[in-house]
């Protein structure tokens, strides 16, 4: 059975930072797309990063130069390192999955997503970022 288990959300002032770290098992992360997406109160869940099996990754440029994406193979973990954050970050953020190698993210509008559908998602955890 798949599970993702995100932690590391919280509240911060603008300017500073968090890192997020989605815990998989029952799933080998390193070995297929793995992504993060946010929702923000009232708004549509958008995709934030995605990284496929080789490491290549696709940001949305909103989060460009301010968020990393990276991996632990040995813990299978994801992370997701957000520095200089902004309120507009604020949202519940998700972890996903997907049972392939490559995310096939394309962009639109400075936005990333995925032609096809994640297959795995973790409930999330809060990010609050005051001005």
């Known amino acids: 059975q798949v599970q993702l288990v995100e932690s590391g959300g919280g509240s911060v002032q603008s300017g500073g930072s968090l890192r997020l770290s989605c815990a998989a098992s029952?799933?080998?992360?390193?070995?297929?797309?793995m992504a993060w997406f946010r929702q923000a109160p009232g708004k549509q869940r958008e995709g934030v990063v995605g990284?496929?099996?080789?490491?290549?990754?696709s940001y949305a440029d909103s989060v460009k130069g301010r968020f990393t994406i990276s991996q632990d193979n040995t813990k299978n973990t994801l992370y997701l390192q957000m520095n200089s954050l902004e309120p507009e970050d604020t949202a519940m953020y998700y972890c996903a999955a997907a049972a392939r190698p490559v995310c096939e993210a394309f962009y639109e509008d400075g936005g990333v997503d995925f032609f096809d559908d994640m297959d795995y998602w973790g409930k999330g955890t809060l990010v609050t970022i005051s001005s």
């Open positions: 029952g799933f080998t992360a390193s070995s297929n797309c």
């Open positions: 990284i496929d099996s080789d490491g290549s990754t």
